[in-house]
């Protein structure tokens, strides 16, 4: 589908906070053969007795986040104007503005994440490697690893550990809300895409 649709890729206030290495945890939206991991986000609005659908499509950061749905409303309500001149309709501009936002906060929340994994294994006595497969989490977050037991008896902290480091880093990333730019969508056009 996201092939079919020729989305545009991520903008590169995105793709440039990616680190130079390859990473097994993140699936790209302009990567074709990853379509099943790619997610696409449909905006809506009509306009007189016209409706307009603009797509959205955007790479995945696989793990459990915590926030994710509360900030991009958030975002989405701060930056809808119903009288604004904008190129686009409104609610497609606020949700343009709202899918940069919240990417590059997940994305920075998950690299910091990873940089800190002593949290995710303190007192473990057989941690399991972070970077199991490209689909499987790289932040565990079943019950399984909570169970582990620890050289000295359960961690009753671990899961308190795991879950603040899923926690978005709004406030630490708080320049990335009022940055210019938005996240590069595409307007369909159903009666040829339903031909």
């Known amino acids: 589908?996201?092939?079919?649709?020729?989305?545009?890729?991520?903008?590169?206030?995105?793709?440039?906070?990616?680190?130079?290495?390859?990473?097994?945890?993140y699936n790209s939206a302009d990567d074709s053969s990853l379509?099943?991991?790619v997610l696409v986000c449909f905006a809506s609005s009509k306009l007189g007795e016209e409706m307009e659908t603009w797509a959205f499509a955007l790479p995945t950061v696989q793990g459990y986040f915590s926030g994710v749905g509360d900030l991009f409303s958030a975002m989405v309500l701060a930056h809808f104007h119903p009288q604004t001149t904008h190129a686009l309709p409104?609610?497609?501009?606020?949700v343009s503005?709202?899918?940069?936002?919240?990417?590059?906060?997940?994305l920075q929340t998950h690299l910091y994440s990873l940089a800190h994994p002593s949290a995710l294994t303190s007192g473990m006595a057989t941690p399991r490697p972070l970077h199991?497969?490209?689909?499987?989490?790289v932040i565990p977050s079943d019950n399984e690893l909570d169970a582990l037991q620890p050289t000295n008896g359960k961690d009753p902290k671990r899961r308190a550990k795991r879950m603040r480091l899923?926690?978005?880093?709004?406030?630490?990333?708080?320049?990335?809300?009022?940055?210019?730019?938005?996240?590069?969508?595409?307007?369909?056009?159903?009666?040829?895409?339903l031909k």
Not at 6 to 25: F, G, I, S, V
Not at 90 to 94: E, G, Q
Not at 132 to 137: A, C, R, Y
Request: charged share 20%.
């Open 90 to 94: 409104p609610l497609v501009y606020a």
């Open 132 to 137: 199991k497969s490209p689909t499987d989490s």
């Open 166 to 193: 899923r926690e978005l880093r709004v406030v630490q990333e708080r320049h990335l809300l009022t940055q210019p730019g938005a996240w590069e969508g595409k307007q369909l056009n159903w009666l040829e895409l």
């Open 1 to 25: 589908m996201v092939k079919s649709l020729c989305l545009p890729p991520p903008p590169h206030t995105y793709t440039h906070l990616l680190p130079d290495e390859p990473l097994p945890w």
């Open 35 to 37: 379509e099943d991991d």
């Open 97 to 106: 503005k709202a899918l940069l936002i919240v990417q590059q906060v997940l």
